[in-house]
């Protein structure tokens, strides 16, 4: 299979790379030339342009930061892939972006015979290294099963929820269920300072029990310390949540929690921690429960 991989990223590099490891035939293009060096050392071919990458693939994958990205990089200008695709070709988007315009861009390319998968992942930068993301997918299943030898090279687990955008709402959902988990944390933490208990051994008392999560193994330790290195960058999550938002406002579906996570994001980003890790969130638990800045527990 002869693939496209657009957009070299955090994500997108070691995805490409993996695609290479596989043995694939992979074409690369990254809008900022100099990211390209790992995958042309690995084998890979570099184009000039997402039309000239997208000539001659069986499959076109693509990982930008954003809905409007991927529609730039998609169909926005004359050397868009669309105009470089086959009919009997696919496209493959692992980016996180809306449902919505996921199955209008797949409309687009539906008119000219191109399939179209939504493929958000999960997993985070490590789990794109090691080939080991979850994979969202929407799409028809002739479309998904003809992706999934590349899924297999990327991930360790490939599920497809739906049709076309179905992947991109339970990616939705994970991240509407990670702000709860990240939000309860913190203020579960700041209860047990206020109550001046140690939060680090309520941490291990709790940890086995129905309250165990991820999160709670591994940035409750951020959150009692007070520092917060990536890990995931809280204005990708806070991206992430608006397009919850928006199609839970579409849908007609209310959701306090995943609001009042965005206000708190908000208002991070705009005090200048947009680029930590999203378990900054107990900063403003910390505001929120009257405790100071600094570490938990008497830690320092
Ligand atoms: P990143 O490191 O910021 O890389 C973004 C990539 O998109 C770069 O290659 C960038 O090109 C390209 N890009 C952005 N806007 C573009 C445009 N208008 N035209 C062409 N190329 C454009 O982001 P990332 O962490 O790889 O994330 C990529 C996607 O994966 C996002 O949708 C994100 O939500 C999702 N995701 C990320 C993680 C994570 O932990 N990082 C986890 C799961 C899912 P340049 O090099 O030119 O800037």
């Known amino acids: 299979m002869k693939i496209a991989f657009l957009g070299l990223g955090t994500m997108g590099e070691p995805m490409a ?22 995958v042309e050392a690995a084998g890979g071919r570099v184009a000039a342009t997402p039309r000239a990458a997208a000539e001659g693939v069986d499959l076109l994958a ?50 000219r015979g191109v399939g179209f998968v939504d493929a958000p992942v999960s997993g985070g930068s490590e789990g794109a290294q090691k080939g080991t993301l979850a994979i969202m997918c929407g799409g028809s299943e002739a479309d998904v099963e003809r992706a999934r030898p590349v899924f297999a090279a990327v991930g360790s687990r490939a ?3 739906g049709d ?28 047990a300072e206020g109550c001046a208990v140690d939060p680090r051994k309520v941490v ?14 591994n940035r409750s330790g951020n959150m009692i310390v007070d520092d917060y290195p990536l890990g995931f960058r809280l204005r990708l999550h806070r991206k992430d949540l608006g397009i919850a938002l928006g199609a839970a406002a579409a849908a007609g579906v209310g959701m306090p929690v995943a609001a009042l996570v965005a206000a708190k994001e908000d208002a991070l980003m705009t005090a200048g921690h ?6 900054a969130l107990a900063r403003a638990a910390r505001q929120d429960a009257g405790i100071a800045p600094g570490p938990l527990g008497g830690e320092g």
Not at 19 to 38: I, M
Not at 77 to 89: R, Y
Not at 204 to 217: M, P
Not at 274 to 279: A, T
Request: aromatic share 4%; net charge negative.
């Open 62 to 111: 693509l990982c930008v930061s954003d809905g409007p990205d991927v529609d730039q990089v998609l169909r926005g200008s004359a050397e868009a892939a669309i105009h470089g695709m086959a009919a009997g070709s696919l496209v493959v988007d692992f980016s996180t972006i809306s449902p919505g315009l996921t199955r209008e861009l797949a409309a687009a390319f539906a008119e």
């Open 274 to 279: 947009g680029d930590e890790d999203m378990s």
């Open 17 to 38: 790379r993996n695609l290479l490891a596989k043995g694939f035939e992979v074409v690369v293009w990254n809008r900022s030339p100099g990211k390209t060096a790992a």
């Open 164 to 191: 076309v955008g179905a992947g991109q709402v339970a990616k939705a959902v994970n991240q509407v269920v990670i702000a709860g988990t990240y939000q309860a944390i913190a203020e579960g933490l700041m209860l």
């Open 159 to 161: 599920t497809r929820v």
């Open 204 to 217: 291990e008392a709790i940890r086995g029990g129905a309250a165990a999560s991820w999160v709670l193994d």
